[in-house]
């Protein structure tokens, strides 16, 4: 039986990215999940946790507007260096950008995909 695990590494670099992009420490980022400890928090940026229950998971992928299926991988690609597709590394180096505010990089990261899109169906 195959099976599928969280990317902790990816998790770790959304969630560093959405903290950085928002100025929050991660006492802010854990009262704005809520039910989540800074502690916590730090062990996933660390790359640290083993496993994480589901709540917990959903509300990190709800804060970081990330479906939940895009965090997780199948056993065979679990020891693969991780990767980000072009429009995530995108998407994340814009929530990134300090002198964005989220609504902004979030509307240019859709516009960027939206472009993208259009030119890998014409091309």
Not at 26 to 33: C, G, K, N, S
Not at 34 to 55: A, W
Not at 58 to 74: E, F, G, Q, T, Y
């Amino acid at each position: 039986m195959k099976q599928s695990y969280i990317d902790f590494p990816k998790l770790s670099k959304l969630l560093k990215a959405r903290r950085d992009a928002l100025g929050y420490g991660l006492r802010d980022a854990a009262d704005a999940i809520e039910e989540i400890s800074p502690s916590t928090l730090s062990r996933i940026e660390g790359e640290r946790v083993q496993d994480l229950n589901v709540s917990t998971f959903l509300r990190l992928c709800d804060w970081l507007h990330v479906a939940p299926k895009d965090l997780i991988i199948s056993e065979q690609h679990a020891n693969d260096e991780p990767k980000l597709p072009v429009m995530e590394s995108v998407e994340l180096h814009l929530r990134a950008a300090k002198e964005l505010d989220e609504q902004t990089a979030l509307m240019l990261a859709k516009m960027v995909n939206a472009a993208y899109e259009a030119v890998k169906h014409d091309g």
